[in-house]
């Protein structure tokens, strides 16, 4: 077959107003002078989107009327195949309500199933727009902080047992595969979730943004594939927009098979002002739909490529700085490092990887209180950016250590 990518490939993102590399978000974030890091900080890949999205694109975009538009009717057959195919999961259309994000749609399921004062459940270090989420609609985070058991995070379910009991405890925000932290969780780890939260009428709003990240020897298993049960008490955030690259184009969809559950929220975001009760956008629909009937060979490659981006960094980083432990990466493209055994503390480190190395990372405290001491890497950019920053992280380190014995 053909192959018209390269993920060696360098693309100049300068001047596309793209987050990662924007000088002012950059300052914004990090601080004044910083406009220059290298950044492998926030969750987008420095790869090309697959060539099907662009003709996709250009074809609707040669029409040259972008009026008010309903979302495209291919979306809908080219998500449930994908999903029938790469999950075995079988969405039935009706179950589907599109929305601009699975952050917005967060915040919606917040809005809609919760009161002021209500708590949610999140398990850190996690993703930290869940906390954001819960604490600016002022509901109160409930945390269940994941432990690290040998050489992986698990899950603590006696304490998850004990916190899901408050009748306070309206919601439990699952993050499946887990960023920061990497994890793929098991059919059983979700089994041991979802009992505890059903039994305790916990809602389980779980987000697979990544599920389509899974890296050669795991298995991801999308949470209402479960058991029926399972499927009524969920609310499942999906999207084509990690897996190829879209994130700019705003579209993603939360599945609900529970009618009840799914009523109440389509009313919910169209008291908001969608156009035609349907969050999404015109190109967001049509490249998606491209991407899954079309791009499935380059995801295949693509994630050959991840994981040897981690093999060489999770290598050089540990015989480089003994001390430093790189999780094992099994979904997402984003690697959690254990910093904490080096000898530096937490501000020393920010100072050195800004101001010496000059990268941009995901600082663990970002995460929670149990996320200080780590760094999340993004490893979604071409082999030779990972090896300059990685270099610069190690050296800047070393120096640091070789000045400071
Ligand atoms: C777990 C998780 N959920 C959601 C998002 C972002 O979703 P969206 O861009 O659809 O709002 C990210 C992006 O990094 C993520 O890691």
Redesign the pocket.
Known sequence: MFKDWNFDEIIDRNGTAAMKWDPGVLTAIFGTGKENLLPLW???MDFKSPTVVRQAMEKRLAHQIYGYSLIDPSYFPALISWYQRRHQWRIDEKWILT????????NYIVQCFSNPGDKIIIQPP??Y??ARAIQNNGRRILENPLKIVGDHYQMDFADLENKAKDPRVKAAIL?SPH?PVGRVWTREELETFGNICIKNNVLIVS?E??CDLILPGFKHTCFPTISETFAQNAIT?I?A??TFNL?GL?Q?SVIIPNTGLRQALFNYIENLGFANSIGGTLFGAISAAAAYDGAEPWLDDLLVYLQDNFTYFKTYMETQLPGVTVYDLQG?Y?AWVDFRNIGLDDKKMTTILEEDAHVALDHGEWFGENGIGFERFNLACPRSILTKAAEAVVSAIKNHTANHP
């Open positions: 926030v969750a987008d929305t601009p994000g699975i952050v917005p749609a967060i996690v993703y727009p869940f993050c960023n987000d943004i990544h955030g999207a927009s990690k994130a705003q993603s997402t984003l």
